[in-house]
C-alpha cells in the first residue's frame, strides 16, 4: 500500500470511542487522519494532547471507501442471487409508474407505483440487515490497535474500515442491482416524503375502479399534505361512494409514524387522569423514538454517500480533506434525525425537545401513578438535558421526601438507554463544531439542550445569536392564540324578538364567543327531547360507539335526515322532525348576524345527541365527558399549535351549540386557553341558551363530565365554503318536495340581506374563572 507517511506519534494517540449501541468500539478513522496531515501542515494550531483530551471520535469509516466508489463505479457484490430477483432503483420504478400514469395505462401505472412503494421499504430492510450482519468485519484488525502492533495504528484502522466496507458492499450486493445502490436525487426524495406517489395511486385506482385502495391512498396523502383543497374534496367523495368503507381510512405509513400514535394516546390517557396507562404510553413512546432515531441514524449510515464538495484548503483536491468533510457529513445526518423523527407527516417544524418533552410527562405520569422510584430514575434521565432546570431539581427533592428513609431508591441512577444517548450526541457535537471551527464546515445544531461548553469560543457569539432566535420564534408561537382569522367579527345584529345576549365576548374572556337566551321556548325544548327520546340511537355519529369520549356515559344521536325518515315511516312525529331541520336555519341567521360574517354561511352538519350519566359508575370520576379540543384543527398544548389537517374537521368555520333542558349534573362547557389547561369561560346549559363561536384555535372547549341524569343539546357546525354544506339536509328537503310538503327555508343571500338592526338588551354575567386542568388534546366531532 502506498501510504505517505504522518509525522511519528506515540501509540494510540487517540483514545477510542466505545459508544455504539452495539457495543462496537469505533476506531478514530480517517478524520483524526485528516487533522493529522492539517496539523502537520500548518492548519491546526492545537497540541497532539488538546486533541487526545476533547476529541473522542464516532465515526463509521467503512463510509468512505464505498461513498468514494460509488461516485464512480460500482462492482459487483458477488452474491449467487440472481440478477433478476434483486432490487430494482425505486426511483426507476416511480418514473415508470409516472409515465404510465400520463399515458393512462393504469394497470401498469399501479403496478409500477406500488413497486416504487415497496421497494423503497425493501431497500432500507437489506440496509439494517447488512448492518447488523456485518458489525463483526474487520474485528480482527480492529483488536491489533491494543497490542504492540499499534505503532501502526492508522493502517490498521483502514485495514478494519476496508473490510467492514466490503462486507456491507457484498451484503447489500445480494439483493439489491448496481443502480439500486446508488443514492437518489433529492427530487425523488422529496417526492416520497411528500408522499407523492400515493397522489398518483388515489387516481389510478379509482380508474380502475378500485375505490376501497384509491380512498386509501387519497388518506394517505392528505395526512402529509393537508392543504390540498383538491385531495380533501377527493376524500370527501370517497366517503360517500358505496363499496367504500371506514377501514379505507388509515395512513399506509402508520409504520414509520408509531411513536406519534404512542404519544397522541399518551396524551389521551392524561386528560382522563389515567395514569397508570399513560405511564405505558409513554414507556412506549420514549422506546419507540429511540429506536426510530436508530433507524434513522443506521440509514445515514449504510446508505451509499456522494463525495462532498471540495473542503480541500487553498483548492487542493486532498483524499484526507473530502474524507474528514464526508465523515462530518455522516454526523451531520445522525444529528439530524433528531428532527427528522420530531417532525410529523407533512409539518414543516419539528416540534423542539420532543425526548426531553415525553421524559418530563413520564415522570410526572410515573408519580400520579405511585411509581416513585421510576420518577426518579426518569427525572434523572431529563436532567442529563437540562442538569440546572429549577422545576426538576425541585421535583427530585420532592420525589425524595416523598421516599423518606428509602436510600435505594434515592440513589436510582438514569435509564441507560438516556445515558448512551446524551454520550453519543455530545461526542458527535464536538467533532461537528471543530469541523466548523477548522475545516470550514456547516452544521446546524438540531438540540435546545446542547451546553455551551461543548461549543468552541470562536463559535460561540453566533452560537448564542442562533439559539435566541430559536427561543424568540417559540415565543412569538405562544403569542399567536391571541389572533383570529376566522374573518368573524362578534357584536352585530341579533335579528330575532325575544333572544338576548347573556355572556359576550367580554365575559367569556375570548374572541369571537356569544351566549344568546331564548333562541327556543319551553314547549319546542320538550318537543325535541322527546323526539330525542322516541328516534336517537345509540352511538349514532359516532361509527356506533356508544361511550367515545368516555366509558362513564352513554351517547345517543339523531340527524336531520334520519328523523325525516323515521317521520315518514310514521315512527315520529313529522311535524317535530321539521322543527328540528328549522332550528338549524334558526341558528345560522343568527349567528351569521351577530358574527357579521362577511361571506354566506352554510350549515356543514346538524346532530341532536344526548348524554347520559352511568348509573353507579360516577364515583371517584375526575375525567370529562369531552376533552379539550379545537373543532377544526388538531390541538397540541404541549406546543400550543393546532395543525389544520385530519382527523380534524378543517372545513368547518364557526361552532354552536343549542342546549335543550338543565335537569342534570354537570355537563357545562368550558373554554380554555391553548394549553388546555387554563380555563378561561364557563357555560351553564339550559333550555333555549345557544352558545357560539369560531371554529379555530382561540377557542379550544371541553365538557365537564355528566355525573348524573341527561344532558342533550343540538350541535351545529357552519362553513363558508358551499362544497361543505350539509347534504343530509337538502336530501330530507329533497324528501318533504316529494311528498308534496313545504318547508321554511331561507337561502344564505336572503338571510343576510333581511338581518335587522335590532339590538337586544345584554344582561352581563359575573366573569367565571377557575383552575386549569389536567392536559387534554383532540379533534372530535361533538360539542
Not at 464516532?58 to 452474491?79: K, N
Not at 426518579?376 to 426538576?392: A, C, E, G, Q, W
Amino acid at each position: 500500500m502506498n501510504h505517505e507517511m504522518l509525522p511519528c506519534v506515540e501509540r494510540r494517540p487517540y483514545e477510542l470511542c466505545c459508544l455504539h449501541a452495539d457495543g462496537l468500539r469505533l476506531g478514530t478513522s480517517l478524520l483524526l487522519v485528516s487533522q493529522l496531515r492539517l496539523l502537520h501542515r500548518g492548519l491546526v494550531s492545537r497540541t497532539m494532547a488538546q486533541l487526545s483530551d476533547h476529541f473522542t471520535v464516532y465515526v463509521a469509516l467503512h463510509l468512505i471507501i464505498p461513498a468514494s466508489l460509488s461516485a464512480t463505479a460500482v462492482t459487483p457484490g458477488g452474491g449467487s442471487a440472481n440478477v433478476l430477483s434483486l432490487l430494482s432503483p425505486y426511483d426507476f420504478l416511480y418514473y415508470s409508474g409516472v409515465r404510465a400514469y400520463f399515458g393512462e395505462e393504469w394497470a401498469k401505472a399501479a403496478e409500477q407505483l406500488e413497486k416504487s412503494i415497496v421497494t423503497k421499504e425493501s431497500l432500507f430492510r437489506v440496509r439494517r440487515q447488512c448492518h447488523n450482519d456485518c458489525v463483526a468485519a474487520g474485528r480482527e484488525a480492529l483488536s491489533k490497535l491494543d497490542s504492540a502492533e499499534g505503532s501502526l495504528w492508522d493502517l490498521w484502522v483502514l485495514d478494519w474500515v476496508q473490510q467492514r466496507a466490503e462486507c456491507l458492499r457484498f451484503c447489500v450486493g445480494r439483493s439489491v442491482t448496481l443502480a439500486g445502490q446508488l443514492p437518489v436525487s433529492s427530487d425523488i426524495e422529496y417526492e416520497f416524503s411528500s408522499r407523492n406517489p400515493y397522489n398518483f395511486l388515489q387516481v389510478t385506482y379509482y380508474k380502475l375502479e378500485k375505490l376501497q385502495k384509491a380512498a386509501s391512498a387519497a388518506h394517505t396523502y392528505f395526512v402529509a399534505n393537508p392543504s390540498h383543497l383538491e385531495m380533501r374534496n377527493n376524500i370527501e367523495k370517497y366517503r360517500r361512494m358505496e363499496g367504500v368503507t371506514e377501514e379505507a381510512f388509515q395512513d399506509r405509513e402508520i409504520e414509520n409514524e408509531k411513536h406519534w400514535v404512542l404519544y397522541d394516546a399518551a396524551v389521551q390517557h392524561e386528560a382522563s387522569s389515567d395514569w397508570v396507562h399513560a405511564v405505558e404510553k409513554w414507556k412506549a413512546c420514549v422506546n419507540e423514538t429511540l429506536r426510530q432515531t436508530e433507524e434513522c441514524r443506521l440509514q445515514c449510515e449504510v446508505a451509499s454517500q456522494r463525495l462532498p464538495e471540495d473542503r480541500g484548503v487553498d483548492s487542493v483536491d486532498g483524499v484526507f480533506e473530502k474524507s474528514a468533510a464526508l465523515s462530518l457529513s455522516l454526523l451531520s445526518c445522525r444529528q439530524s434525525c433528531v428532527t427528522q423523527v420530531a417532525t410529523r407527516p407533512g409539518r414543516i417544524s419539528a416540534q423542539e425537545d420532543y425526548l426531553p418533552t415525553q421524559l418530563e410527562h413520564l415522570h410526572i405520569a410515573q408519580f400520579k401513578a405511585g411509581d416513585i422510584s421510576g420518577a426518579v430514575r426518569t427525572l434523572r434521565s431529563l436532567l442529563l438535558f437540562y442538569p440546572s432546570d429549577k422545576d426538576s431539581l425541585d421535583n427530585l427533592q420532592l420525589y425524595y421526601e416523598t421516599l423518606g428513609g428509602d436510600t435505594e431508591s434515592q440513589g436510582t441512577q438514569p435509564a441507560q438507554e438516556i445515558v448512551r444517548y446524551i454520550s453519543r450526541s455530545l461526542q458527535e457535537k464536538k467533532l461537528l463544531y471543530f469541523g466548523m471551527e477548522n475545516l470550514d464546515f456547516s452544521f446546524t445544531d438540531p438540540d435546545l439542550w446542547t451546553p455551551e461548553d461543548v461549543v468552541p469560543k470562536s463559535l460561540m457569539e453566533n452560537w448564542r445569536a442562533e439559539k435566541e432566535k430559536m427561543h424568540e420564534k417559540i415565543k412569538e408561537g405562544e403569542q399567536q392564540e391571541e389572533v383570529d382569522d376566522s374573518g368573524f367579527f362578534a357584536g352585530g345584529a341579533v335579528p330575532r324578538v325575544g333572544v338576548t345576549i347573556a355572556m359576550d365576548e367580554l365575559v367569556l374572556n375570548g374572541t369571537n364567543r356569544v351566549v344568546l337566551d331564548g333562541v327556543m321556548t319551553e314547549k319546542e325544548c320538550d318537543r325535541v327531547l322527546q323526539l330525542a327520546t322516541a328516534a336517537a340511537s345509540a352511538g349514532d355519529g359516532y361509527r356506533g360507539r356508544r361511550s367515545p369520549h368516555t366509558p362513564h356515559e352513554t351517547f345517543e344521536g339523531l340527524t336531520v335526515l334520519r328523523a325525516v325518515k323515521l317521520a315518514q315511516d310514521g315512527l315520529v312525529n313529522q311535524s317535530d322532525a321539521k322543527l328540528l331541520h328549522e332550528l338549524g336555519e334558526r341558528v345560522r341567521v343568527l349567528l351569521h348576524s351577530y358574527f357579521r360574517s362577511p361571506s354566506g354561511l352554510f350549515i356543514s352538519f346538524t346532530h341532536l345527541v344526548c348524554r347520559s350519566a352511568v348509573a353507579g359508575d360516577q364515583e371517584g370520576r375526575l375525567d370529562l365527558s369531552h376533552p379539550v379540543h379545537v373543532d377544526n384543527c388538531l390541538l397540541e398544548p404541549e406546543t400550543k399549535q393546532c395543525w389544520r389537517e385530519p382527523p380534524a374537521f378543517i372545513h368547518r368555520d364557526l361552532s354552536a351549540i343549542l342546549y335543550l333542558n338543565d335537569n342534570f349534573d354537570g355537563g357545562e362547557l368550558f373554554f380554555t386557553n391553548r394549553d388546555a389547561k387554563t380555563v378561561t369561560a364557563q357555560v351553564k346549559p339550559s333550555c333555549g341558551r345557544l352558545v357560539g363561536f369560531s371554529s379555530g384555535p382561540v377557542n379550544p372547549h371541553g365538557v365537564t363530565a355528566v355525573t348524573n341524569g341527561r344532558r342533550c343539546s343540538l350541535a351545529l357546525w357552519f362553513t363558508k365554503e358551499k362544497l361543505y354544506r350539509d347534504m343530509e339536509r337538502e336530501e330530507a328537503e329533497a324528501l318533504w318536495a316529494a311528498d308534496g310538503q313545504s318547508v321554511v327555508k331561507k337561502d344564505e343571500e336572503e338571510a343576510e340581506g333581511s338581518a335587522t338592526t335590532t339590538r337586544n338588551a345584554r344582561s352581563q354575567a359575573t366573569k367565571e374563572r377557575s383552575r386549569g386542568r389536567g392536559r387534554v388534546t383532540g379533534g372530535k366531532d361533538e360539542l
